[in-house]
Nanobody, 126 residues
Framework: QERLVESGGGLVQTGGSLRLSCAASGIRLDYLVIGWFRQAPGKEREGVSCLSNIDGNAREADSVKGRFTISRDSAKNTFYLQMNNLKPEDTATYYC???????????????????WGKGTPVTVSS
């Protein structure tokens, strides 16, 4: 059965770090675009960081530039979001997804995704 499963969320203090993981089952990531999204209470879902395994292009939100890094482990069929220097405004439920679009289109939520994970909550205390 095809699915994405996130892990690694939790409670962290301002300035701390977390690494989120997204393990893919029944889905080969090699020819897809991978991405991380977040949704805070009362807000719309937004693209955080997206990376195309097809052409290598990447996109990320201005609010996370220099702090968050997306990466992939082909052998484990898993991708990650390393989050450093976390801020209270990063508090949200984080979702991973894969699509066949470009990294730009994916992070802009321009089209539907092939698969979504169920999300992992991140809380940054001040």
């Amino acid at each position: 059965q095809e699915r994405l499963v996130e892990s690694g969320g939790g409670l962290v203090q301002t300035g701390g770090s977390l690494r989120l993981s997204c393990a893919a089952s029944g889905i080969r990531l090699d020819y897809l675009v991978i991405g991380w999204f977040r949704q805070a209470p009362g807000k719309e879902r937004e693209g955080v960081s997206c990376l195309s395994n097809i052409d290598g292009n990447a996109r990320e939100a201005d609010s996370v530039k220099g702090r968050f890094t997306i990466s992939r482990d082909s052998a484990k069929n898993t991708f990650y979001l390393q989050m450093n220097n976390l801020k209270p405004e990063d508090t949200a439920t984080y979702y991973c997804a894969v699509s066949r679009w470009t990294a730009e289109a994916m992070c802009a939520l321009r089209y539907g995704m092939d698969y979504w994970g169920k999300g992992t909550p991140v809380t940054v205390s001040s």
